[in-house]
């Protein structure tokens, strides 16, 4: 399984960005999938779920800011930021959930105040 996340970028605060998550050597139909971001010096963070029945699940952090969303036919998962604020600024990455596949490069996301 191979994931490639992109779509990241520098923002103002109160700006938005809508990444992308493409699965490629499996099909994401059916799979559970989550967004996590990173911030330097902090673990990596689960902050979004879809479920295979696109269910979601957002950490309080974002809750209200962040929409997820998957698109099974293009192999994709979407996280659309709203709202950005400079504690959001983190290398944002997707996996399967639970965790099974070597994590991918991530898209740096950024928000200035």
């Known amino acids: 399984v191979q994931l490639v996340e992109s779509g990241g970028g520098l923002v103002q605060a109160g700006g938005s960005l809508r990444l992308s998550c493409v699965v490629s050597?499996?099909?994401?139909?059916?799979?559970?999938m989550g967004w996590f971001h990173q911030a330097p010096g902090k673990q990596r963070e689960l902050v979004a779920t879809i479920t295979g029945g696109s269910n979601t699940l957002y950490a309080d952090s974002v809750k209200g800011r962040f929409t997820i969303s998957r698109d099974n036919a293009k192999n994709t998962v979407y996280l659309s930021m709203n709202n950005l604020k400079p504690e959001d600024t983190a290398v944002y990455y997707c996996?399967?959930?639970?965790?099974?596949?070597?994590w991918g490069q991530g898209t740096q996301v950024t928000v200035s105040s």
């Open positions: 050597g499996r099909a994401l139909s059916g799979n559970t």
């Open positions: 996996n399967l959930l639970p965790v099974n596949a070597d």
